[in-house]
């Protein structure tokens, strides 16, 4: 749907924000998903962190530090153009799926159990809920719908009816395909790690740790049932991961501050803010709490997307449920009425976990009454805030009209060419290639 609304109407998600919204909640959705990309590096740190300290004896928080240095990396292949990129991350992720898939040889877990597991799904255990929460904050990125969006706007697509059908088809496909391979490679950490929990020569130390199994331990555990290589396999795929994931969260940053604030960096500093900004609770948090305390902040991290998912989850459902904005390219009533229950969902488990969790907080919190009241009223208040906001956004309705970029007739072509239209909204969008390549290339070098 992201890469619907960027090839129908020629405007990614952030910059349809700007147009619908007024300038508070455009602002604020904007702040929301600043803290969305700062909050997926953090893992991006840490997993990097602990790659290092896997593979080279690094300490964590060295490692966190030295992970500022992927903005060089980040600028050595912008030289090389937006397609090398592409190819890099492409790379960088059947990387990731090479190393589990030959973790999975390894630890070689029961197909049956997997196979039900896939389908009797189960929240067993002390935080499962928060887990699972987690999990899908670290699987749907919330602005990796503001970069879908974008990049989509960077290819040359014919602007006919048949033309725009055929680009959200392919698109389709090509989303489809991206999330077969991060599926596979889910089930084989998960697999992987059930399988070695549950294996039979497991020691007295491996089975403690597989109680309270964070990234530093999962590496140990590995080792120790399974051979070195089969933690330097994860280390690599760790080290992947986070490298990618820096890539796609830089460009990610670069269009919300386009598309929201119409501000443009240059994307090494765009990067080295956000690093800088993730870098410094991760480095006190490795000081402080070591490995497990990194870890925890891993999961806390990867919450917080989840929590703000729904901040970039209705906007797209909202545009691209709407006529005004897509034309004779809306969804239809079946894909609309699945997205919004799967997206109520999410919203519910939400806020559920956020209610409970506070009150479970509050019960068993060892402080006065008055602070416990105190606590409440804040804690309650921002709950409210929360769900008044989703409120907002859901029933308020679309006002803006998007020009949909279709030109029927080479007439329709001409007289749109001769008012202009055509430039302004042409795909690709010179200002979005110009966004992703070092200026002293011509992005014309790279149609």
């Not at 928080?61 to 397609?83: E, F, P």
């Not at 559920?352 to 006065?368: E, N």
């Not at 804690?379 to 409210?384: D, I, N, R, T, Y």
């Amino acid at each position: 749907m992201a890469a619907n609304l960027g090839v129908v109407t020629g405007m990614h998600l952030a910059e349809h924000c700007r147009a619908e919204y007024s300038r508070l909640p455009n602002f604020i959705l904007w702040v929301i998903a600043e803290i969305a990309i700062v909050a997926c590096d953090i893992p991006e740190v840490i997993g990097t962190a602990f790659a290092l300290n896997m593979l080279f004896n690094i300490p964590v928080w060295i490692g966190v530090l030295l992970t500022g240095l992927s903005t060089l990396v980040l600028l050595a292949l912008q030289q090389y153009g937006v397609r090398k990129l592409e190819f890099f991350i492409a790379l960088l992720v059947f990387t990731i799926a090479g190393c589990f898939m030959a973790e999975l040889g390894y630890a070689k877990p029961v197909a049956k159990e997997v196979v039900t597991g896939l389908f009797v799904p189960k929240l067993n255990g002390n935080g499962a809920t928060g887990l699972a929460i987690s999990l899908l904050g670290a699987m749907v990125m919330p602005h990796n719908l503001f970069l879908h969006s974008a990049l989509v706007l960077s290819r040359k697509i014919p602007r006919s009816v048949r033309g725009i059908k055929e680009a959200c088809r392919f698109y389709m496909i090509e989303s489809a395909f991206a999330l077969a391979v991060a599926f596979l490679i889910n089930i084989s950490v998960i697999s992987v790690s059930g399988a070695v929990c549950h294996s039979s020569n497991l020691s007295a130390e491996d089975q403690k740790s597989c109680e309270d199994l964070d990234l530093n331990k999962a590496s140990f555990l590995l080792r120790n049932v399974l051979g070195k290589w089969s933690s330097k396999l994860f280390a690599i795929a760790l080290l992947a991961s986070g490298q990618s994931s820096t890539i796609t969260g830089t460009y990610a940053g670069q269009y919300v501050m386009q598309g929201f604030l119409d501000l443009r960096l240059k994307s090494w500093i765009r990067n080295l803010l956000t690093r800088c900004l993730a870098i410094v609770p991760s480095l006190i948090v490795a000081l402080i709490g070591g490995s497990a305390g990194a870890g925890e902040l891993i999961i806390i991290a990867s919450m917080i997307l989840s929590f703000e998912l729904p901040f970039a989850l209705i906007p797209l459902l909202k545009f691209t449920s709407s006529k005004i904005k897509m034309g004779e390219h809306v969804n239809s009533i079946t894909i609309s009425a699945v997205t919004w229950i799967i997206g109520s969902l999410i919203m519910g488990i939400n806020i559920y976990y956020l209610m409970t969790s506070f009150v479970k907080l509050l019960l068993h919190a060892h402080i006065r009454i008055v602070a416990k009241v105190f606590l409440g009223i804040l804690g309650f208040s921002g709950v409210a805030l929360y769900i008044g906001g989703i409120a907002y956004l859901v029933f308020r309705k679309n006002k803006k009209t998007t020009h949909v970029l279709t030109l029927r007739t080479l007439e329709d072509q001409q007289m749109g060419n001769t008012e202009g239209d055509v430039s302004m909204y042409s795909l690709p969008r010179e200002d979005i290639v110009s966004m992703q390549l070092p200026q002293k290339r011509s992005p014309a070098e790279f149609d």
